[in-house]
């Protein structure tokens, strides 16, 4: 009994390993190469009527592909730097809190037998839906100069 679960999840984990390492292999070769600006630009015309303005496609976008804890990295790195106003650090965390690692994360659904449609339909509709209801809510900062949230 301990040997097939020893071996299932082995046989898990090389599944996981074969889905991520290539996807953050192309993540350091696109960023080495400068072509999130095409990602960026693109991407920027579809999500600018949910509230999100053109510095927060970066995080967005690295969410969305690799993940929460990628596309968080990326949205701390932008926010100390001053890039994020703290509405747009709100509408990024609300979307990907809802919609993330969705490359990622369909793949390894769909292997174990998930329909991939299915997941990314309803995680990005929500995420959409939730992220529009957000941004037409809140007009100004959505935190205070103290750091108090409104």
């Not at 020893?6 to 991520?20: E, N, P, Q, R, S």
């Not at 390492?21 to 400068?34: C, D, F, Q």
Request: hydrophobic fraction near 55%; glycine fraction near 12%; aromatic fraction near 8%.
């Amino acid at each position: 009994m301990i040997t097939d679960i020893a071996i299932g999840l082995g046989g898990l984990l090389l599944k996981v390993f074969v889905i991520i390492m290539p996807l953050m292999v192309a993540l350091e070769w696109v960023r080495t190469r400068h072509w999130f600006g095409g990602f960026i630009r693109n991407g920027e015309n579809v999500f600018r009527p949910f509230g999100f303005l053109p510095p927060a496609m970066l995080s967005l976008i690295t969410g969305l592909a690799f993940g929460i804890a990628y596309g968080a990295g990326v949205l701390i790195s932008q926010s100390r730097s001053g890039e994020l106003e703290a509405r747009q650090i709100v509408l990024v965390s609300a979307f990907l809190g809802i919609c993330h690692a969705i490359v990622e994360d369909t793949l390894l659904f769909a292997v174990i037998g998930g329909s991939a449609w299915i997941m990314v339909t309803a995680r990005l509709l929500t995420a959409l839906v939730v992220t529009l209801v957000l941004a037409r809510l809140t007009r100004g900062p959505l935190v205070q100069p103290s750091g108090a949230v409104r």
